[in-house]
């Protein structure tokens, strides 16, 4: 947890305090998001840091065995959750295309649910939604951003995020620092520019854009020609340095590499952004020319601990491309780089702490067979980070796929074609100075969607990729718990509300909420 | 119509049927487009020609065989969850249209000037030679297979990429052919009993098998051991082997197993 230093944070610190002297329900303050309370889990990450770790311990490894059903919401979809609840006031706010729920935290009751027009965007997944003092926010397929009142579901604003016919779409899940709502869209099959939208979350009014990739017409294109860099996960936030780290998507045209010659920055990247003015800090690239689809979007996890011996304000990343970064949160110079999944790929780590691409693995005409493949060593699933035990966990994949390119392909959207071979699902528990691998925990055949939740009881949840939830120790990785409730697609959230603590996940279109038995006065 | 009356009074399949009936007004396409672009065009890309993660379903074997949505509408309602692919439990006249839009996307597929194709040719550039003496020594597929035996006429059954990517997992995608009979187990229970059969199903918790009787059988794995036996596995041992010279020497080889 970051500490309130500078002015401004100070100044947060006060009003927390005086939000949580306030009685009765309240709406959601940013300043509440610099040091979240235990009875909610306010935004996607729970707090800024990214390392979905819970400071909760009535769940224990001793007791959790007895873990039982609390509740259950049925969506009534066969779509499956793939998005973190967010939980504040006691209300749980789920989403998935084109839907929202408010859902009461102790008894699913529903409270109100709302539903987006028809719209034609790719209805593929929705990763959550944002809470600003009394408004909700949801993004949409056809990349809109909608503001309703948290209360009842109506529609306060709804403001267009990216041109949907050109081919952007949203699954994002918005950060909120301050008054700026930060939304990512997508789009690979267009080749379209990156771009990052702060939105004043009062107005719905455009605050600011970043753009990974330059907006067409740019003089001189530093991106070497390339488009994409879409920023289509939730970033992090360090309010000490007020910066917000975002991981980029790949570049476009996707497989086709000669028609964007260079590194093509800065897609595959993390970049570091001055919330307040968009502005670029630094950025790092994960893969410089990628032609495999490895987006850099993987959670930035912020990480304040020792690097060798020496304090150190880090970030790490376990990236699609199967290499793990470890990068120094204020200039982005790189402390450390290892891979955590299959790969051969790269012909060596430069000076820079950059994988160095084997043009022979290239997609080609006959083919080339890589690791990892598309779906990546790691993908949006959360991972987590273990402040006691020093463990970076994260649901990995080793897998082969075969990519090809020719010219025939072409220069637009996706440009080749890719076919996943094999693919196992594993656990890694990481030591992020060695990269050594403390335990691993197989998780079946292909990837698993499910994200990672650590507690500060030593407890480890997540999903294999049968359909089981997981109940882990932290230091060994042993299974303590599991339950067949279908394929978990989203990263486990916990909560404690009137003295009992909740893990909530989902296990394809329902929402389970597990807790100790209730004890009888 | 008239022809599936006609199958129908005969009780003909017309899957059976050399030229099946598999034309669609262009209201239904039309209405197809927007409903496949939203739930499919992400894996599946907009045209149907393969996007992120799904398979082309322009060369998919499945939509070929289909006739009026027989074969695609039970995977598309359904899923096949085990492979990734989710359930759409859509009404039946949006399934319809998807089928009428994937169906007309496979016929313009087939005129010249696609984008994706992996032509046969392409993936042709490996030396035959190499790739017996690799098959037979370093590659150590002889230990399994037989160009005479098991892999007699291959090359009439399978080509190009799919017989590249059955090559690399023979229970993976390409078209044509026979998936090879999956892992069996045998388990032994705490009386001494022993039960083998086909593996089922495994996970951290369960093993189940399927009897020679066609009965689904499971048991917690912590109350029994168990044998599992995958000769698959070699497989996807030796992805991690595999230079793409050898696996385009190998591929050489088998496509003169005619």
């Known amino acids: 947890m970051f500490w309130p230093t500078c002015r401004r944070c100070a100044e947060a610190a006060v009003l927390v305090l005086a939000l949580a002297s306030r009685p009765g329900a309240q709406g959601l303050d940013s300043p509440a998001l610099l040091n979240p309370s235990s009875d909610t889990w306010p935004t996607y990450h729970g707090d800024y840091s990214g390392r979905r770790h819970s400071r909760l311990t009535q769940i224990t490894p001793a007791n959790v065995s007895q873990l039982t059903l609390a509740w259950a919401f049925q969506t009534g979809q066969s779509t499956q959750i793939k998005a973190t609840p967010i939980l504040v006031n006691g209300i749980v706010f789920l989403s998935t295309p084109d839907y929202m729920w408010a859902i ?17 965007g790719f209805h593929i997944g929705h990763r959550g ?6 408004f909700v926010y949801l993004t949409t397929p056809d990349a809109h951003l909608v503001a309703l009142d948290a209360k009842n579901g109506k529609v306060r604003w709804d403001v267009e995020i990216a041109d949907s ?9 918005p950060l909120l620092v301050r008054n700026h709502l930060l939304v990512g869209v997508a789009g690979d099959f267009d080749n379209l520019p990156g771009m990052l939208k702060s939105i004043d979350p009062d107005t719905g009014e455009t605050q600011w854009i970043f753009y990974s990739t330059p907006p067409p017409g740019t003089p001189g294109s530093p991106s070497g020609g390339a488009t994409g860099g879409q920023m289509w996960m939730t970033g992090t936030y360090d309010p000490e340095l007020n910066l917000v780290y975002v991981g980029t998507g790949n570049p476009t045209p996707v497989l086709n590499g000669d028609a964007r010659p260079g590194d093509n920055p800065w897609t595959c990247s993390i970049v570091a952004i001055h ?10 690239q994960a893969t410089p020319h990628d032609t495999h689809d490895w987006d850099a979007a993987e959670v930035p996890v912020l990480v304040d601990a020792a690097f060798d011996g020496v304090p150190r304000k880090m970030l790490m990343q376990a990236s699609r491309n199967g290499y793990f970064f470890v990068l120094d949160r204020a200039n982005g110079t790189s402390l450390k780089t290892f891979p955590f999944a299959t790969v051969n790929w790269a012909k060596g780590i430069d000076k820079a702490g950059r994988p160095i691409p084997n043009p022979d693995k290239e997609p080609a005409r006959d083919g080339r067979l890589v690791a990892p493949n598309e779906g990546g060593g790691t993908n949006y699933r959360s991972p987590s980070f273990d402040p006691a035990t020093g463990l ?23 440009a080749g074609a890719d076919y996943g071979v094999s693919g196992k699902g594993v656990l890694r528990a990481i030591e992020y100075q060695t990269g050594a691998v403390r335990w691993r925990h197989d998780l079946g055949d292909g990837a698993s969607g499910a994200g990672v939740l650590t ?14 939830v997981l109940a882990l120790r932290t230091s060994d990785g042993s299974t303590l718990w599991h339950s067949g409730i279908g394929r978990v697609g989203n990263s486990p959230i916990t909560y404690e509300l009137d003295g009992r603590q909740y893990v909530v996940v989902g296990g394809g279109g329902v929402l389970y909420s597990f807790a100790l038995p209730e004890t009888k006065p | 119509m008239m022809r599936l009356v006609i199958a129908l009074l005969f009780g003909v399949s017309l ?20 409903i496949f672009t939203s739930r499919c065009g992400f894996c599946h890309g907009r045209d149907a020609a393969g996007g992120e993660s799904g398979p082309d379903l322009t060369r998919s074997a499945l939509v070929i065989d289909d006739v009026r949505g027989d074969k695609l509408i039970p995977v598309i309602r359904d899923g096949r969850v085990d492979k990734g692919m ?27 000037g696609r984008r994706r194709s992996v032509d046969t040719t392409d993936v042709q550039t490996g030396n035959a030679e190499a790739g017996k003496i690799y098959f037979n020594g370093a590659g150590g597929c002889a230990r399994c297979h037989r160009p005479d035996g098991d892999l007699a006429g291959i090359a009439t059954k399978l080509q190009g990429l799919s017989l590249l990517q059955r090559m690399l997992d023979p229970r993976g995608g390409g078209r044509g052919g026979e998936r090879p009979h999956p892992a069996t187990v045998t388990v032994t229970l705490q009386t001494g009993q022993t039960t083998t059969g086909r593996l089922a199903y495994r996970d951290e918790f369960t093993i189940a098998l399927t009897e020679a009787s066609g009965w689904y059988r499971s048991w917690p794995i912590n109350q029994v051991t168990f044998t599992v036996n995958n000769p698959l596995d070699a497989h996807t041992e030796q992805l991690a082997k595999y230079t793409d010279e050898d696996m385009h020497d190998v591929l050489a080889y088998l496509q003169t197993l005619r």
Do not use: C, M
Not at chain 1, 457 to 468: A, E, I, P, R, Y
């Open chain 1, 104 to 120: 009461d935290a102790r008894s699913a009751r529903q409270l109100w649910q709302y539903k987006y027009r028809d719209n034609t």
């Open chain 1, 129 to 134: 939604v944002a809470v600003y003092k009394d």
């Open chain 1, 165 to 173: 016919k050109k081919g952007y779409w949203s699954t994002n899940a």
């Open chain 1, 275 to 284: 919330p307040d003015t968009g502005k670029l800090e630094w950025g790092f």
């Open chain 1, 392 to 414: 970076f966990i994260v649901s990995a994949q080793d897998s082969y796929g075969i990519y090809f390119f020719k010219p025939e392909h072409g220069s637009y959207g996706w």
């Open chain 1, 455 to 468: 507690t500060a009881s030593g407890l480890v949840f997540t999903g294999d990729s049968s359909g089981n």
């Open chain 2, 15 to 34: 899957a059976s049927q050399t030229d099946p009936a598999q034309t669609y007004t262009p209201a239904q396409i039309q209405a197809g487009q927007p």
């Open chain 2, 86 to 112: 989710p359930a759409f439990g859509l009404p039946y006249n949006d399934l319809i249209a998807i089928v009428a839009f994937i169906h007309d996307q496979q016929k313009k597929s087939e005129l010249p």
